[in-house]
Protein backbone atom coordinates (compact mmCIF):
# COMPACT_ATOMS: atom_id res chain seq x y z
CA UNK A 1 0.00 0.00 0.00
CA UNK A 2 1.05 3.39 -1.09
CA UNK A 3 4.02 3.80 -3.48
CA UNK A 4 6.85 5.99 -2.79
CA UNK A 5 9.62 7.41 -5.20
CA UNK A 6 12.34 9.68 -5.15
CA UNK A 7 15.34 11.17 -7.61
CA UNK A 8 18.78 12.59 -7.11
CA UNK A 9 20.61 13.99 -9.97
CA UNK A 10 21.30 16.56 -12.68
CA UNK A 11 17.33 17.02 -14.19
CA UNK A 12 14.45 18.48 -13.18
CA UNK A 13 13.00 16.39 -10.40
CA UNK A 14 9.58 17.08 -10.68
CA UNK A 15 8.13 15.16 -14.11
CA UNK A 16 10.49 12.20 -12.89
CA UNK A 17 8.57 11.90 -9.43
CA UNK A 18 4.93 12.05 -11.48
CA UNK A 19 6.06 9.73 -14.16
CA UNK A 20 7.06 7.27 -11.31
CA UNK A 21 4.13 8.00 -9.43
CA UNK A 22 1.50 7.14 -11.99
CA UNK A 23 3.42 3.89 -12.27
CA UNK A 24 2.92 3.47 -8.66
CA UNK A 25 -0.47 4.63 -8.43
CA UNK A 26 -2.17 0.83 -8.53
CA UNK A 27 -0.59 0.69 -5.10
CA UNK A 28 -2.50 3.29 -3.43
CA UNK A 29 -4.54 6.25 -5.19
CA UNK A 30 -6.52 8.28 -2.98
CA UNK A 31 -4.04 11.24 -2.77
CA UNK A 32 -0.77 12.30 -3.76
CA UNK A 33 2.44 14.66 -3.35
CA UNK A 34 5.55 15.68 -4.17
CA UNK A 35 8.66 17.55 -2.12
CA UNK A 36 11.95 19.09 -4.03
CA UNK A 37 14.28 20.93 -2.93
CA UNK A 38 14.38 24.42 -4.37
CA UNK A 39 16.78 27.16 -3.45
CA UNK A 40 14.66 28.73 -0.71
CA UNK A 41 14.29 25.34 1.16
CA UNK A 42 12.08 22.64 0.25
CA UNK A 43 8.96 22.72 -1.34
CA UNK A 44 5.97 20.92 -0.79
CA UNK A 45 2.94 20.21 -3.38
CA UNK A 46 0.31 17.70 -2.25
CA UNK A 47 -3.48 16.68 -2.89
CA UNK A 48 -6.37 14.43 -2.62
CA UNK A 49 -7.16 12.57 -5.63
CA UNK A 50 -5.24 10.93 -8.10
CA UNK A 51 -1.76 11.87 -8.99
CA UNK A 52 -3.02 13.72 -12.27
CA UNK A 53 -5.01 16.26 -9.82
CA UNK A 54 -1.19 16.85 -8.58
CA UNK A 55 -0.91 18.59 -11.48
CA UNK A 56 -2.88 21.16 -11.13
CA UNK A 57 -2.02 22.07 -7.72
CA UNK A 58 -0.74 25.53 -7.70
CA UNK A 59 2.86 26.20 -7.69
CA UNK A 60 3.68 23.15 -8.91
CA UNK A 61 5.02 24.24 -12.48
CA UNK A 62 7.52 26.46 -10.55
CA UNK A 63 8.99 23.45 -8.93
CA UNK A 64 12.71 23.45 -10.41
CA UNK A 65 14.76 21.75 -7.82
CA UNK A 66 16.70 18.02 -9.21
CA UNK A 67 16.13 16.34 -5.66
CA UNK A 68 12.95 15.07 -4.76
CA UNK A 69 10.51 12.53 -3.08
CA UNK A 70 7.26 11.43 -4.28
CA UNK A 71 4.50 9.98 -2.42
CA UNK A 72 0.92 8.00 -3.58
CA UNK A 73 -1.06 7.18 -0.95
CA UNK A 74 -3.53 4.49 0.33
CA UNK A 75 -5.18 5.90 3.75
CA UNK A 76 -4.91 4.13 6.84
CA UNK A 77 -4.31 6.62 9.45
CA UNK A 78 -6.76 10.17 8.43
CA UNK A 79 -8.80 10.11 5.82
CA UNK A 80 -7.90 11.41 1.98
CA UNK A 81 -7.31 15.13 2.30
CA UNK A 82 -4.40 17.74 1.57
CA UNK A 83 -3.33 17.43 5.06
CA UNK A 84 -2.74 13.61 5.29
CA UNK A 85 -0.92 13.36 2.15
CA UNK A 86 2.79 13.22 2.23
CA UNK A 87 4.94 14.48 1.79
CA UNK A 88 5.34 15.33 5.86
CA UNK A 89 7.44 17.91 6.88
CA UNK A 90 8.79 18.30 10.97
CA UNK A 91 7.84 21.81 12.44
CA UNK A 92 10.50 23.70 11.39
CA UNK A 93 10.29 22.87 7.61
CA UNK A 94 14.06 21.26 7.80
CA UNK A 95 13.23 17.66 6.96
CA UNK A 96 10.30 16.48 4.30
CA UNK A 97 9.33 12.41 4.70
CA UNK A 98 7.26 10.10 2.22
CA UNK A 99 6.28 7.04 3.63
CA UNK A 100 5.11 3.41 2.69
CA UNK A 101 3.69 1.45 6.16
CA UNK A 102 2.84 1.66 9.40
CA UNK A 103 4.32 3.20 12.42
CA UNK A 104 1.77 0.76 15.26
CA UNK A 105 3.54 3.31 17.99
CA UNK A 106 2.55 6.42 16.53
CA UNK A 107 0.06 7.47 19.19
CA UNK A 108 2.53 7.54 22.03
CA UNK A 109 5.45 9.00 20.01
CA UNK A 110 3.38 12.00 18.86
CA UNK A 111 2.27 12.54 22.66
CA UNK A 112 5.61 12.74 24.10
CA UNK A 113 6.39 14.71 21.18
CA UNK A 114 3.70 17.27 21.83
CA UNK A 115 4.79 17.24 25.24
CA UNK A 116 8.69 18.51 24.13
CA UNK A 117 6.25 21.15 22.09
CA UNK A 118 5.68 19.62 18.72
CA UNK A 119 2.37 20.48 17.15
CA UNK A 120 0.96 18.18 14.48
CA UNK A 121 -1.32 19.41 11.23
CA UNK A 122 -2.37 15.43 10.47
CA UNK A 123 -3.85 12.40 11.60
CA UNK A 124 -1.87 10.27 10.23
CA UNK A 125 0.90 8.22 11.57
CA UNK A 126 3.99 9.09 9.70
CA UNK A 127 3.89 12.86 10.83
CA UNK A 128 5.72 12.00 14.07
CA UNK A 129 9.01 10.80 11.64
CA UNK A 130 10.08 13.85 10.23
CA UNK A 131 9.92 15.82 13.94
CA UNK A 132 11.19 12.41 15.59
CA UNK A 133 14.52 13.97 13.26
CA UNK A 134 14.22 17.17 13.98
CA UNK A 135 14.24 16.37 18.03
CA UNK A 136 17.44 13.87 17.26
CA UNK A 137 19.02 16.27 14.87
CA UNK A 138 18.80 19.37 17.37
CA UNK A 139 19.96 17.29 20.15
CA UNK A 140 23.04 16.17 18.37
CA UNK A 141 26.80 17.20 18.40
CA UNK A 142 27.89 15.37 15.42
CA UNK A 143 28.83 17.53 12.08
CA UNK A 144 28.16 17.13 8.68
CA UNK A 145 26.43 13.91 6.74
CA UNK A 146 26.45 11.65 9.94
CA UNK A 147 24.64 14.00 11.66
CA UNK A 148 21.97 13.68 9.17
CA UNK A 149 21.92 9.67 9.26
CA UNK A 150 22.44 9.48 13.01
CA UNK A 151 19.04 11.61 13.42
CA UNK A 152 17.58 9.09 11.12
CA UNK A 153 19.04 6.15 12.71
CA UNK A 154 17.83 7.04 15.83
CA UNK A 155 14.11 7.61 14.95
CA UNK A 156 13.92 4.16 13.69
CA UNK A 157 15.10 2.51 16.82
CA UNK A 158 11.82 4.36 18.04
CA UNK A 159 9.53 2.96 15.41
CA UNK A 160 7.59 0.00 15.45
CA UNK A 161 5.52 -1.42 12.56
CA UNK A 162 7.05 -0.98 8.95
CA UNK A 163 8.11 1.48 6.68
CA UNK A 164 10.27 2.61 3.61
CA UNK A 165 11.32 6.09 4.09
CA UNK A 166 12.70 8.72 1.71
CA UNK A 167 14.09 11.77 3.49
CA UNK A 168 15.34 15.16 2.44
CA UNK A 169 16.54 18.05 4.33
CA UNK A 170 16.90 21.73 3.18
CA UNK A 171 20.44 21.52 5.91
CA UNK A 172 21.37 19.05 3.18
CA UNK A 173 20.53 20.29 -0.11
CA UNK A 174 22.65 17.51 -2.03
CA UNK A 175 21.31 14.57 -0.69
CA UNK A 176 18.83 11.89 0.01
CA UNK A 177 17.96 9.35 3.23
CA UNK A 178 16.70 5.89 2.15
CA UNK A 179 15.50 3.09 4.80
CA UNK A 180 13.13 0.42 4.81
CA UNK A 181 11.94 -2.27 7.46
CA UNK A 182 9.51 -4.38 6.03
CA UNK A 183 7.95 -2.62 3.25
CA UNK A 184 9.87 -2.30 0.03
CA UNK A 185 12.39 0.04 -1.87
CA UNK A 186 14.34 -0.51 -4.74
CA UNK A 187 17.24 2.05 -5.81
CA UNK A 188 18.31 2.56 -9.15
CA UNK A 189 21.07 3.60 -10.24
CA UNK A 190 23.48 5.30 -12.59
CA UNK A 191 26.59 7.50 -12.49
CA UNK A 192 25.10 10.47 -12.04
CA UNK A 193 21.63 10.39 -10.95
CA UNK A 194 19.94 7.55 -9.00
CA UNK A 195 16.12 7.04 -8.63
CA UNK A 196 14.15 5.30 -5.63
CA UNK A 197 10.78 3.21 -5.86
CA UNK A 198 8.85 1.28 -4.13
CA UNK A 199 9.00 -1.20 -6.97
CA UNK A 200 11.11 -2.17 -10.04
CA UNK A 201 8.86 -1.30 -12.86
CA UNK A 202 7.96 2.42 -12.08
CA UNK A 203 11.87 3.11 -12.62
CA UNK A 204 12.73 0.73 -15.36
CA UNK A 205 12.62 3.55 -18.29
CA UNK A 206 15.36 5.21 -16.67
CA UNK A 207 18.17 2.34 -15.42
CA UNK A 208 18.48 -1.24 -15.31
CA UNK A 209 20.97 -1.58 -12.44
CA UNK A 210 19.43 -1.77 -8.71
CA UNK A 211 20.47 -1.90 -5.23
CA UNK A 212 18.06 -3.36 -2.71
CA UNK A 213 18.37 -2.75 0.99
CA UNK A 214 17.99 -5.03 3.78
CA UNK A 215 15.55 -4.22 7.02
CA UNK A 216 17.33 -1.34 8.96
CA UNK A 217 20.17 -0.52 5.98
CA UNK A 218 20.71 2.88 5.15
CA UNK A 219 21.62 4.42 1.82
CA UNK A 220 23.19 8.39 1.75
CA UNK A 221 22.64 9.42 -2.01
CA UNK A 222 24.57 12.33 -3.46
CA UNK A 223 24.53 12.65 -6.98
CA UNK A 224 27.43 11.10 -7.78
CA UNK A 225 27.79 8.63 -5.20
CA UNK A 226 25.65 6.05 -2.53
CA UNK A 227 27.32 4.94 0.39
CA UNK A 228 25.31 2.19 2.96
CA UNK A 229 25.32 1.85 5.89
CA UNK A 230 24.08 -0.95 8.58
CA UNK A 231 21.88 -0.20 11.78
CA UNK A 232 25.11 0.31 13.60
CA UNK A 233 26.38 3.18 10.71
CA UNK A 234 28.80 1.41 10.51
CA UNK A 235 29.89 1.27 6.12
CA UNK A 236 28.46 -1.65 4.28
CA UNK A 237 29.33 -2.74 0.62
CA UNK A 238 26.52 -3.68 -1.62
CA UNK A 239 27.10 -4.47 -5.17
CA UNK A 240 24.23 -3.66 -7.81
CA UNK A 241 21.73 -6.00 -9.30
CA UNK A 242 21.18 -6.15 -13.31
CA UNK A 243 16.99 -6.45 -14.57
CA UNK A 244 16.40 -8.29 -17.40
CA UNK A 245 12.72 -6.57 -17.43
CA UNK A 246 12.21 -4.47 -20.29
CA UNK A 247 11.06 -1.11 -19.79
CA UNK A 248 8.61 -2.28 -22.41
CA UNK A 249 7.21 -5.16 -20.13
CA UNK A 250 5.98 -2.12 -18.09
CA UNK A 251 3.93 -0.08 -20.75
CA UNK A 252 0.39 -0.78 -21.77
CA UNK A 253 2.12 -1.36 -25.36
CA UNK A 254 -0.93 -0.45 -27.29
CA UNK A 255 -3.72 -2.22 -25.24
CA UNK A 256 -6.37 0.31 -23.85
CA UNK A 257 -5.28 -1.57 -19.80
CA UNK A 258 -2.58 -3.30 -18.28
CA UNK A 259 -5.34 -5.81 -17.06
CA UNK A 260 -6.07 -7.01 -20.70
CA UNK A 261 -2.60 -6.54 -21.78
CA UNK A 262 -1.43 -8.96 -19.00
CA UNK A 263 -3.91 -11.32 -19.35
CA UNK A 264 -3.16 -11.45 -23.53
CA UNK A 265 0.64 -12.30 -22.01
CA UNK A 266 -0.13 -15.33 -20.53
CA UNK A 267 1.32 -17.90 -22.80
CA UNK A 268 4.32 -15.77 -22.74
CA UNK A 269 4.47 -15.73 -19.06
CA UNK A 270 3.47 -19.17 -18.42
CA UNK A 271 6.32 -20.19 -21.66
CA UNK A 272 8.76 -17.97 -19.42
CA UNK A 273 7.69 -19.71 -16.27
CA UNK A 274 8.17 -22.84 -17.70
CA UNK A 275 11.50 -22.67 -19.80
CA UNK A 276 12.85 -21.12 -16.43
CA UNK A 277 12.55 -24.18 -14.23
CA UNK A 278 11.04 -27.50 -16.32
CA UNK A 279 12.83 -30.36 -17.79
CA UNK A 280 16.31 -30.33 -18.70
CA UNK A 281 17.58 -33.63 -19.61
CA UNK A 282 14.36 -34.96 -19.16
CA UNK A 283 13.70 -34.02 -15.41
CA UNK A 284 11.99 -31.51 -13.49
CA UNK A 285 14.76 -29.05 -11.81
CA UNK A 286 13.39 -25.63 -9.97
CA UNK A 287 15.85 -23.15 -10.62
CA UNK A 288 16.57 -22.40 -6.56
CA UNK A 289 15.62 -25.11 -5.02
CA UNK A 290 17.55 -28.36 -3.88
CA UNK A 291 15.62 -30.81 -1.71
CA UNK A 292 16.73 -34.39 -1.35
CA UNK A 293 14.91 -37.88 -1.26
CA UNK A 294 15.54 -38.19 2.22
CA UNK A 295 14.09 -35.07 3.44
CA UNK A 296 10.60 -35.39 1.45
CA UNK A 297 10.43 -38.76 2.81
CA UNK A 298 9.86 -36.69 6.27
CA UNK A 299 7.07 -34.39 5.16
CA UNK A 300 3.95 -35.81 6.09
CA UNK A 301 2.04 -32.62 5.23
CA UNK A 302 2.17 -29.64 2.86
CA UNK A 303 0.95 -26.08 3.87
CA UNK A 304 -0.23 -23.36 0.87
CA UNK A 305 -0.24 -20.44 2.55
CA UNK A 306 -1.11 -16.87 0.70
CA UNK A 307 -4.13 -14.22 0.13
CA UNK A 308 -6.38 -13.63 -2.44
CA UNK A 309 -5.77 -14.52 -5.90
CA UNK A 310 -2.00 -16.86 -4.57
CA UNK A 311 -4.18 -18.50 -2.04
CA UNK A 312 -6.78 -19.42 -4.90
CA UNK A 313 -3.36 -20.63 -7.39
CA UNK A 314 -2.58 -22.92 -4.23
CA UNK A 315 -6.34 -24.29 -4.12
CA UNK A 316 -5.84 -24.90 -7.74
CA UNK A 317 -3.02 -27.19 -6.82
CA UNK A 318 -3.98 -28.96 -3.85
CA UNK A 319 -4.98 -31.97 -5.68
CA UNK A 320 -1.82 -32.08 -8.24
CA UNK A 321 0.47 -32.33 -5.35
CA UNK A 322 -1.84 -34.89 -3.10
CA UNK A 323 -2.13 -37.13 -5.62
CA UNK A 324 1.07 -36.89 -7.43
CA UNK A 325 3.28 -36.46 -4.15
CA UNK A 326 0.57 -38.52 -1.63
CA UNK A 327 1.50 -35.88 0.83
CA UNK A 328 -1.62 -34.03 2.54
CA UNK A 329 -1.50 -30.92 1.71
CA UNK A 330 -3.99 -28.07 3.51
CA UNK A 331 -4.23 -24.50 1.54
CA UNK A 332 -4.53 -21.47 4.47
CA UNK A 333 -5.74 -17.80 3.87
CA UNK A 334 -2.64 -16.37 5.81
CA UNK A 335 -4.24 -13.42 8.00
CA UNK A 336 -6.03 -16.74 9.32
CA UNK A 337 -3.15 -19.52 9.38
CA UNK A 338 -0.73 -16.96 11.40
CA UNK A 339 -3.38 -16.39 14.24
CA UNK A 340 -4.49 -20.24 14.88
CA UNK A 341 -1.63 -21.57 16.18
CA UNK A 342 -1.56 -24.51 13.02
CA UNK A 343 0.13 -27.71 13.87
CA UNK A 344 3.69 -27.04 11.84
CA UNK A 345 7.15 -29.60 13.13
CA UNK A 346 9.87 -29.88 11.13
CA UNK A 347 7.76 -32.49 9.17
CA UNK A 348 6.08 -30.07 7.55
CA UNK A 349 6.69 -28.22 4.21
CA UNK A 350 5.20 -25.04 4.16
CA UNK A 351 4.77 -23.35 0.72
CA UNK A 352 4.28 -19.07 0.58
CA UNK A 353 3.03 -17.57 -2.55
CA UNK A 354 2.94 -13.71 -3.07
CA UNK A 355 3.07 -12.62 -6.52
CA UNK A 356 4.61 -8.86 -5.02
CA UNK A 357 6.52 -10.66 -2.41
CA UNK A 358 5.41 -7.91 0.06
CA UNK A 359 2.20 -9.17 1.42
CA UNK A 360 2.48 -8.64 5.32
CA UNK A 361 0.02 -11.46 6.19
CA UNK A 362 1.84 -14.15 4.10
CA UNK A 363 5.75 -12.75 5.50
CA UNK A 364 4.35 -12.96 8.96
CA UNK A 365 2.94 -16.46 8.08
CA UNK A 366 6.28 -17.50 7.24
CA UNK A 367 8.13 -16.51 9.64
CA UNK A 368 5.61 -18.33 12.12
CA UNK A 369 6.29 -21.32 9.95
CA UNK A 370 10.36 -21.06 10.64
CA UNK A 371 9.65 -20.33 13.79
CA UNK A 372 7.97 -23.91 14.83
CA UNK A 373 10.89 -25.83 12.60
CA UNK A 374 9.56 -26.15 9.17
CA UNK A 375 11.37 -25.35 5.48
CA UNK A 376 9.68 -23.09 3.92
CA UNK A 377 9.51 -22.08 0.23
CA UNK A 378 8.48 -18.88 -0.76
CA UNK A 379 7.22 -18.11 -4.50
CA UNK A 380 7.07 -14.92 -6.14
CA UNK A 381 7.20 -12.59 -9.35
CA UNK A 382 9.77 -10.21 -7.82
CA UNK A 383 13.15 -10.81 -7.25
CA UNK A 384 14.67 -9.54 -3.98
CA UNK A 385 11.25 -8.97 -2.63
CA UNK A 386 10.65 -8.99 1.03
CA UNK A 387 9.77 -12.78 1.61
CA UNK A 388 12.44 -13.69 -0.66
CA UNK A 389 14.61 -12.71 2.74
CA UNK A 390 12.36 -14.85 4.75
CA UNK A 391 12.24 -17.74 2.70
CA UNK A 392 14.81 -20.96 2.98
CA UNK A 393 13.92 -21.32 -0.48
CA UNK A 394 12.78 -18.70 -3.20
CA UNK A 395 11.52 -20.04 -6.59
CA UNK A 396 10.23 -17.60 -8.74
CA UNK A 397 7.39 -17.07 -11.60
CA UNK A 398 8.33 -15.63 -15.12
CA UNK A 399 5.84 -13.79 -15.40
CA UNK A 400 7.16 -10.31 -15.92
CA UNK A 401 5.75 -6.75 -14.17
CA UNK A 402 2.01 -6.70 -13.13
CA UNK A 403 0.89 -3.56 -12.98
CA UNK A 404 -3.11 -3.90 -13.12
CA UNK A 405 -4.57 -4.64 -9.49
CA UNK A 406 -6.74 -7.74 -10.48
CA UNK A 407 -3.97 -10.59 -10.80
CA UNK A 408 -4.31 -12.19 -13.76
CA UNK A 409 -0.74 -13.39 -15.92
CA UNK A 410 0.54 -13.80 -11.51
CA UNK A 411 -2.00 -16.31 -11.12
CA UNK A 412 -1.91 -18.72 -14.05
CA UNK A 413 2.14 -18.57 -13.49
CA UNK A 414 1.82 -19.80 -10.25
CA UNK A 415 -0.63 -22.60 -10.89
CA UNK A 416 2.36 -23.43 -13.84
CA UNK A 417 4.69 -23.09 -10.76
CA UNK A 418 3.02 -25.16 -8.44
CA UNK A 419 2.43 -27.94 -11.50
CA UNK A 420 6.17 -28.11 -12.03
CA UNK A 421 6.41 -27.80 -8.07
CA UNK A 422 4.03 -31.08 -7.88
CA UNK A 423 6.16 -32.78 -10.33
CA UNK A 424 9.40 -31.93 -8.99
CA UNK A 425 8.80 -33.35 -5.20
CA UNK A 426 7.25 -36.85 -7.14
CA UNK A 427 10.18 -36.91 -9.40
CA UNK A 428 12.71 -36.44 -6.11
CA UNK A 429 10.80 -38.92 -4.02
CA UNK A 430 10.70 -41.72 -7.26
CA UNK A 431 6.74 -42.26 -6.98
CA UNK A 432 4.52 -42.12 -9.71
CA UNK A 433 6.42 -41.10 -12.08
CA UNK A 434 4.28 -42.43 -14.67
CA UNK A 435 1.85 -39.99 -14.06
CA UNK A 436 4.39 -37.44 -13.92
CA UNK A 437 5.75 -38.08 -17.53
CA UNK A 438 2.07 -37.55 -18.57
CA UNK A 439 1.44 -34.11 -16.83
CA UNK A 440 4.91 -33.02 -18.17
CA UNK A 441 3.69 -33.30 -21.54
CA UNK A 442 0.71 -31.74 -20.78
CA UNK A 443 2.18 -28.59 -19.11
CA UNK A 444 4.14 -27.98 -22.23
CA UNK A 445 1.01 -27.64 -24.57
CA UNK A 446 -1.04 -24.86 -21.88
CA UNK A 447 0.78 -22.01 -23.48
CA UNK A 448 -0.70 -22.75 -27.12
CA UNK A 449 -3.92 -24.00 -25.33
CA UNK A 450 -4.06 -20.30 -23.41
CA UNK A 451 -3.74 -19.15 -27.18
CA UNK A 452 -6.93 -20.40 -27.60
CA UNK A 453 -8.59 -19.84 -24.94
CA UNK A 454 -7.84 -15.96 -25.59
CA UNK A 455 -9.35 -16.39 -29.09
CA UNK A 456 -12.87 -16.79 -27.05
CA UNK A 457 -12.95 -13.03 -26.05
CA UNK A 458 -15.70 -12.20 -28.69
CA UNK A 459 -17.91 -14.46 -27.19
CA UNK A 460 -17.25 -14.08 -23.96
CA UNK A 461 -17.57 -10.08 -24.82
CA UNK A 462 -20.76 -10.84 -26.33
CA UNK A 463 -21.71 -12.60 -23.10
CA UNK A 464 -20.83 -9.78 -20.87
CA UNK A 465 -22.23 -7.19 -22.48
CA UNK A 466 -25.92 -8.89 -22.10
CA UNK A 467 -25.46 -9.43 -18.15
CA UNK A 468 -23.14 -6.20 -16.71
CA UNK A 469 -26.50 -4.70 -15.65
CA UNK A 470 -26.63 -7.22 -12.95
CA UNK A 471 -26.45 -6.71 -9.32
CA UNK A 472 -25.68 -10.32 -8.58
CA UNK A 473 -23.71 -13.20 -10.11
CA UNK A 474 -23.14 -16.63 -8.40
CA UNK A 475 -20.46 -19.43 -9.80
CA UNK A 476 -20.69 -22.76 -9.35
CA UNK A 477 -18.26 -25.93 -9.68
CA UNK A 478 -16.86 -29.04 -8.01
CA UNK A 479 -13.13 -30.02 -7.38
CA UNK A 480 -10.97 -27.98 -8.86
CA UNK A 481 -13.76 -25.99 -10.92
CA UNK A 482 -14.89 -25.26 -7.25
CA UNK A 483 -11.09 -23.31 -6.67
CA UNK A 484 -11.51 -21.38 -10.29
CA UNK A 485 -14.78 -20.79 -9.77
CA UNK A 486 -13.82 -18.61 -6.14
CA UNK A 487 -11.15 -17.06 -8.62
CA UNK A 488 -13.56 -16.04 -11.04
CA UNK A 489 -15.74 -14.38 -8.47
CA UNK A 490 -13.31 -12.84 -6.84
CA UNK A 491 -11.98 -11.17 -9.87
CA UNK A 492 -15.54 -9.97 -11.17
CA UNK A 493 -16.40 -8.66 -7.74
CA UNK A 494 -13.01 -6.78 -7.87
CA UNK A 495 -13.32 -4.92 -10.81
CA UNK A 496 -16.92 -4.79 -11.31
CA UNK A 497 -18.24 -3.97 -8.35
CA UNK A 498 -21.10 -6.67 -8.80
CA UNK A 499 -21.78 -9.11 -5.91
CA UNK A 500 -20.69 -12.06 -6.37
CA UNK A 501 -20.19 -16.01 -4.84
CA UNK A 502 -18.79 -18.85 -5.32
CA UNK A 503 -20.06 -22.02 -4.13
CA UNK A 504 -19.40 -25.51 -4.48
CA UNK A 505 -22.42 -26.95 -6.64
CA UNK A 506 -22.85 -29.50 -4.08
CA UNK A 507 -23.69 -27.07 -1.54
CA UNK A 508 -26.40 -25.13 -3.73
CA UNK A 509 -29.05 -27.15 -1.86
CA UNK A 510 -27.84 -26.35 1.72
CA UNK A 511 -28.77 -22.30 1.83
CA UNK A 512 -27.84 -20.64 -1.90
CA UNK A 513 -30.40 -21.63 -3.95
CA UNK A 514 -32.29 -19.74 -1.85
CA UNK A 515 -30.72 -16.96 -3.72
CA UNK A 516 -32.41 -17.71 -6.99
CA UNK A 517 -34.82 -15.95 -8.87
CA UNK A 518 -35.80 -15.36 -12.21
CA UNK A 519 -33.35 -13.56 -14.34
CA UNK A 520 -30.22 -14.23 -12.62
CA UNK A 521 -27.15 -15.03 -13.88
CA UNK A 522 -25.16 -18.31 -12.94
CA UNK A 523 -22.21 -19.36 -14.32
CA UNK A 524 -20.81 -23.31 -14.13
CA UNK A 525 -17.20 -24.34 -14.98
CA UNK A 526 -17.25 -27.69 -15.72
CA UNK A 527 -13.64 -29.39 -16.55
CA UNK A 528 -13.33 -32.21 -14.02
CA UNK A 529 -14.76 -35.32 -16.00
CA UNK A 530 -16.22 -37.31 -12.91
CA UNK A 531 -18.16 -34.17 -11.55
CA UNK A 532 -19.44 -32.62 -14.95
CA UNK A 533 -22.65 -34.43 -14.76
CA UNK A 534 -23.22 -33.58 -11.16
CA UNK A 535 -22.45 -30.24 -11.63
CA UNK A 536 -24.95 -30.45 -14.88
CA UNK A 537 -27.69 -31.30 -12.49
CA UNK A 538 -27.13 -28.98 -10.04
CA UNK A 539 -27.36 -26.06 -13.12
CA UNK A 540 -30.57 -28.02 -13.87
CA UNK A 541 -32.14 -26.73 -10.33
CA UNK A 542 -30.93 -23.59 -11.31
CA UNK A 543 -32.58 -23.09 -14.60
CA UNK A 544 -35.48 -24.23 -13.33
CA UNK A 545 -35.98 -21.61 -11.28
CA UNK A 546 -35.58 -18.88 -14.05
CA UNK A 547 -31.77 -18.37 -14.37
CA UNK A 548 -29.85 -17.54 -17.13
CA UNK A 549 -26.56 -20.07 -17.66
CA UNK A 550 -23.02 -19.57 -18.53
CA UNK A 551 -20.71 -22.42 -18.78
CA UNK A 552 -17.28 -22.98 -19.41
CA UNK A 553 -16.36 -26.16 -20.18
CA UNK A 554 -14.08 -28.82 -22.14
CA UNK A 555 -16.65 -31.64 -22.60
CA UNK A 556 -19.29 -32.47 -24.47
CA UNK A 557 -22.21 -31.66 -22.75
CA UNK A 558 -24.60 -32.41 -25.53
CA UNK A 559 -27.78 -30.42 -26.05
CA UNK A 560 -28.47 -29.44 -22.53
CA UNK A 561 -30.33 -26.09 -22.77
CA UNK A 562 -27.91 -23.13 -20.81
CA UNK A 563 -27.57 -19.90 -22.73
CA UNK A 564 -24.06 -19.83 -23.10
CA UNK A 565 -21.61 -22.14 -23.50
CA UNK A 566 -17.84 -21.15 -23.74
CA UNK A 567 -15.93 -24.30 -25.10
CA UNK A 568 -12.18 -24.83 -23.85
CA UNK A 569 -9.25 -26.82 -24.86
CA UNK A 570 -9.43 -30.42 -23.12
CA UNK A 571 -7.01 -30.79 -20.42
CA UNK A 572 -6.29 -33.24 -17.88
CA UNK A 573 -8.15 -31.61 -14.55
CA UNK A 574 -4.80 -30.98 -13.22
CA UNK A 575 -3.86 -28.72 -15.34
CA UNK A 576 -7.35 -27.46 -16.42
CA UNK A 577 -7.94 -24.52 -13.90
CA UNK A 578 -5.22 -22.43 -16.09
CA UNK A 579 -7.43 -22.76 -19.00
CA UNK A 580 -10.83 -22.44 -17.64
CA UNK A 581 -10.17 -18.86 -15.70
CA UNK A 582 -9.07 -17.18 -18.87
CA UNK A 583 -12.57 -16.53 -20.52
CA UNK A 584 -13.35 -16.05 -16.81
CA UNK A 585 -11.06 -13.14 -16.65
CA UNK A 586 -12.13 -11.68 -19.94
CA UNK A 587 -15.63 -11.48 -18.49
CA UNK A 588 -14.67 -9.62 -15.37
CA UNK A 589 -12.66 -7.14 -17.93
CA UNK A 590 -15.79 -6.90 -20.53
CA UNK A 591 -18.12 -6.46 -17.78
CA UNK A 592 -15.65 -3.43 -16.15
CA UNK A 593 -15.36 -2.19 -19.31
CA UNK A 594 -19.12 -1.89 -20.33
CA UNK A 595 -19.80 -0.39 -16.93
CA UNK A 596 -17.04 2.14 -17.42
CA UNK A 597 -15.09 1.38 -14.31
CA UNK A 598 -10.99 2.16 -14.17
CA UNK A 599 -10.24 -1.50 -14.34
CA UNK A 600 -6.33 -1.16 -13.79
CA UNK A 601 -7.14 0.87 -10.47
CA UNK A 602 -10.42 -0.42 -9.03
CA UNK A 603 -11.68 1.58 -6.13
CA UNK A 604 -10.28 0.77 -2.26
CA UNK A 605 -8.15 -1.91 -3.35
CA UNK A 606 -4.06 -1.87 -3.31
CA UNK A 607 -2.09 -4.27 -5.38
CA UNK A 608 0.32 -4.84 -2.60
CA UNK A 609 -1.39 -5.22 0.72
CA UNK A 610 1.83 -4.55 3.42
CA UNK A 611 -0.95 -3.82 5.80
CA UNK A 612 -2.42 -6.53 8.31
C1 LIG B 1 -4.13 -7.89 -2.99
C2 LIG B 1 -4.27 -7.83 -4.49
C3 LIG B 1 -4.60 -9.20 -5.03
C4 LIG B 1 -3.56 -10.22 -4.59
C5 LIG B 1 -3.38 -10.22 -3.07
C6 LIG B 1 -2.16 -11.02 -2.65
O1 LIG B 1 -5.35 -8.16 -2.40
O2 LIG B 1 -5.26 -6.89 -4.84
O3 LIG B 1 -4.61 -9.14 -6.44
O4 LIG B 1 -3.93 -11.48 -5.01
O5 LIG B 1 -3.17 -8.89 -2.61
O6 LIG B 1 -1.01 -10.38 -3.17
P1 LIG B 1 0.38 -11.08 -3.35
O7 LIG B 1 1.29 -10.00 -3.87
O8 LIG B 1 0.79 -11.56 -1.99
O9 LIG B 1 0.21 -12.20 -4.29
Same mark, same amino acid.
Given at each position: ???? %??????? /??????????????????????? #??????????I???????????????????????????????????????? !?P????????? &?? !????? $????????????K?????S????? %???????????????????????? %?????????????????????????? &??????P???????????????????????K??????????????????????????????? #????????????????????L =? $?????P????????????????????G?D?????????????? %???????????????????IC?????????????????????????????????????????????? =??????????????????E??????????????????????????????L?????????I?L????????????I???????????????????? &???? =????????????????????????????????????E?????????????????????????? =?????????I????????????????????????????S?????????????????????? /???????P???? /??????
Amino acid at each position: MCGI %VGYIGTQ /KAEPILINGLLRLEYRGYDSAGI #ATIENNGIKNIKNKGRVNDLLSVKGIENLKGTIGIGHTRWATHGKPSSENS !HPHLDNSNTFA &VV !HNGII $ENYAELRKDLESKGYHFLSETDTE %VIPNLIHYFYNKSNLQGELKFLSA %VNETCKMLKGSFALEIISSDYPDSMI &VVRKDSPLVIGTSPTEHYISSDIPAILSFTKDFYLLNDLEFAYLSRNSIKFYDSALQEISKT #ATSIEWSAAAAEKDGFEDFML =K $EIYEQPKSIRETIGSHIIKDGKCIIDGLDLSKEYLQTINKIFI %VACGTAMHAGLACKTVLEQICEISTEVDIASEFRYRNPLINKNTLCIFISQSGETADTIAALKLARE =KGAKTIAISNVIGSSISREADYTIYTHAGPEIAVASTKAYTAQIMLLDILALYLAETLEINLDKVEIIKKELLEIPSKVEECLALAPEVKEFANK &VYKE =KDIFFLGRGLDYSSSLEASLKLKEISYIHSDAYAAGELKHGPIALIENGITVIGILTVPHLVE =KTVSNLQEVITRGAKTLIVTNQDLGDKKFDKVIRIPEASEYVSPILSIIPMQLFAYYISKE /KGLDVDKPRNLA /KSVTVE
